[in-house]
T-cell receptor, first 113, second 110 residues
Framework: KAGVTQTPRYLIKTRGQQVTLSCSPI?????VSWYQQTPGQGLQFLFE???????NKGNFPGRFSGRQFSNSRSEMNVSTLELGDSALYLC????????????FGPGTRLTVL | EDKVVQSPLSLVVHEGDTVTLNCSYE??????LLWYKQEKKAPTFLFML????IEKKSGRLSSILDKKELFSILNITATQTGDSAIYLC??????????FGKGTKLTVNP
């Protein structure tokens, strides 16, 4: 079956702009989680959605938001981009949630200039 | 603040060696501990541990959790160059929220 897909794969933005990233989970998976990965901080949890509801979120400012659609596809939005938002953004899907095996997508590499 | 610490941060071994990777944690509400392997970009799942003392095994990899001492180890025996990767430990704290360690970068030389 098809894996987790993320679009776009690479993105270059300038400070102050906003960006929307997309994640399509594995068919049948209702949980989608988002993570930010940087060399300094490692992998950090952003939020998790299940059946269109956000069940938890990490310690990120309100500029980071997300949503999930009825087909389980998810989007993540970052507004008023800062240089420090440059990172690899990974999404992962699973049947039940983060405490089970998650399948990660290839990530979106965001560069903020 | 919830914390997951992995050690060592980096390790270089020769093919055939056995390695032990460590993960210790201090969290307010432990639900489970997960190990992932990250080779290029997408981490891949290795193990989920919830109970102390029960070893999980998959081929040359095995892992065990000690909830009293708050740590887990990941063992890899007879290492191969294909084991070269970053190994990530994560703890699920409260509902669906994960806290990751910084990872251990393992390099296996032929």
């Amino acid at each position: 079956k098809a894996g987790v897909t993320q679009t776009p794969r690479y993105l270059i933005k300038t400070r102050g702009q906003q960006v929307t990233l997309s994640c399509s989970p594995i068919s049948g998976h209702r949980s989608v989680s988002w993570y930010q990965q940087t060399p300094g901080q490692g992998l950090q949890f952003l939020f998790e959605y299940f059946s269109e509801t956000q069940r938890n979120k990490g310690n990120f400012p309100g500029r980071f938001s997300g949503r999930q659609f009825s087909n389980s596809r998810s989007e993540m939005n970052v507004s008023t981009l800062e240089l420090g938002d440059s990172a690899l953004y990974l999404c992962a899907s699973s049947l039940q949630g983060t405490y089970n095996e998650q399948f990660f997508g290839p990530g979106t590499r965001l560069t903020v200039l | 603040e919830d914390k997951v610490v992995q050690s060592p941060l980096s390790l270089v071994v020769h093919e055939g060696d056995t390695v032990t990777l460590n993960c210790s944690y201090e969290v307010t509400n432990f639900r489970s501990l997960l190990w992932y392997k990250q080779e290029k970009k997408a981490p891949t799942f290795l193990f989920m541990l919830t109970s102390s003392g029960i070893e999980k095994k998959s081929g040359r990899l095995s892992s065990i959790l000690d909830k009293k001492e708050l740590f887990s180890i990941l063992n890899i025996t007879a290492t191969q160059t294909g084991d070269s990767a970053i190994y990530l430990c994560a703890v699920v704290v409260e509902s669906e929220k994960l806290v990751f360690g910084k990872g251990t970068k393992l390099t296996v030389n032929p």
